[in-house]
């Protein structure tokens, strides 16, 4: 299977600025990743596919990049509203993984 | 719009077996396969395994093959995952997820999830 490490665990942050949340392959996965926010007591929800390709409705201060093995999520000024857990998932090799999660919280 | 809606929590014994539903709407549901994922609280994410309902195919986790099995009624839209031999480490969300096209490989549409508590 492969791993995906995520880090950092945690995460504090003041509104406006701009946070990165890492998220490493133990193969190369082609570009096969998606991320996730899932606010507490609700179901995840799909920020990103395709490593970079920005799903439906989602705001565009969230942005992804990264390739091979190593990837990120950008989150540009930070909202309120964007306090939650955020977990990467490679698609590219069964079975699907996931990373372990980073809890973002507000200062 | 695309809705995927689970049925209500569970409160099982150990040694036991439950089966959890997925009824899909908003789609052909024939047309998309369904993918199942289990969310142990504060824990990460886990594939468990996806089912196509039009040919009745499924793939499984190998760490869940033998404790899920999935299956589709096309008449009710609704999928299933029965959980067997059911242990405290069963206990978790478990999530019904549908892809936003066919060949996707990310989960665009979630279920609300199944809350399974395991406890004599």
């Known amino acids: 299977d492969i791993q995906m490490t995520q880090s950092p665990a945690s995460l504090s942050a003041s509104l406006g600025e701009t946070v990165t949340i890492e998220c490493r392959a133990s193969e190369d996965i082609y570009s096969n990743l998606a991320w996730y926010q899932q606010k507490p007591g609700n179901s995840p929800q799909l920020l990103i596919y395709?490593?970079?390709s920005l799903a439906d409705g989602v705001p565009s201060r969230f942005s992804g990049s990264g390739s091979g093995t190593q990837y990120s999520l950008k989150i540009n000024s930070l909202q309120s509203e964007d306090v939650a857990s955020y977990f990467c998932q490679q698609y590219n090799n069964y079975p699907f993984t996931f990373g372990s999660g980073t809890k973002l919280e507000i200062k | 719009q695309v809705q995927l809606q689970q049925s209500g929590a569970e409160l099982v014994k150990p040694g036991s077996s439950v089966k959890l539903s997925c009824k899909a709407s908003?789609?052909?549901?024939?047309?998309?396969?369904m993918k199942w994922v289990k969310q142990r609280t504060g824990q990460g994410l886990e594939w468990i395994g996806v089912?196509?309902?039009?040919?009745?195919?499924?793939a499984y986790n190998e760490k869940f093959k033998g404790k899920a099995t999935l299956t589709a009624d096309t008449s009710s839209n609704t999928a299933y995952m029965e959980l067997s031999r059911l242990t405290s480490e069963d206990s978790a969300v478990y999530y019904c997820?549908?892809?936003?096209?066919?060949?996707?490989?990310?989960?665009?549409?979630w279920g609300q999830g199944t809350l399974v508590t395991v406890s004599s």
């Open positions: 089912i196509d309902p039009e040919i009745d195919a499924t």
């Open positions: 395709d490593a970079n």
């Open positions: 997820t549908r892809p936003s096209t066919v060949a996707a490989g990310w989960f665009a549409y």
């Open positions: 908003g789609y052909t549901f024939t047309d998309y396969a």
